[in-house]
């Protein structure tokens, strides 16, 4: 099983910027759709980002226009570039890989492979 391990949680002030990092163990067909998922307290876990192998990317649209999914694939490495930032952005992020049919699902669910999170807090 890929493990997967994200970095550059913090805290930050409304409209200010974060950059999150998740380095996969391994790049196989079985992380051919990496995503950024966020669970805030007291509510569901929802998709945030996706990317396939083809750099095709998806967002759900609370984030759009304010966060950029990207990966370097010679690093493994996964990126969520947050600018804009919202105290409703306030969550934990967990980094996610899967079969990159994954990527064109419905909230990007069904990923085999998850991180243990890293917390982003944004105050007003």
């Known amino acids: 099983q890929v493990q997967l391990v994200e970095s550059g949680g913090g805290s930050v002030q409304a409209g200010g910027s974060l950059r999150l990092s998740c380095a996969a163990s391994v790049y196989t067909a079985s992380t051919s759709c990496m995503a950024w998922f966020r669970q805030a307290p007291g509510k569901e876990r929802e998709g945030v980002a996706a990317?396939?192998?083809?750099?095709?990317?998806r967002y759900a649209d609370s984030v759009k226009g304010r966060f950029t999914i990207s990966q370097d694939n010679a690093k493994n490495t996964l990126y969520l570039q947050m600018n804009s930032l919202k105290p409703e952005d306030t969550a934990m992020y967990y980094c996610?890989?899967?079969?990159?049919?994954?990527?064109?699902?419905?909230?990007?669910?069904?990923?085999?492979?998850w991180g243990k999170g890293t917390l982003v807090t944004i105050s007003s």
């Open positions: 990317i396939d192998s083809d750099g095709s990317t």
């Open positions: 996610a890989a899967g079969r990159v049919r994954l990527c064109q699902s419905v909230g990007f669910s069904g990923m085999d492979s």
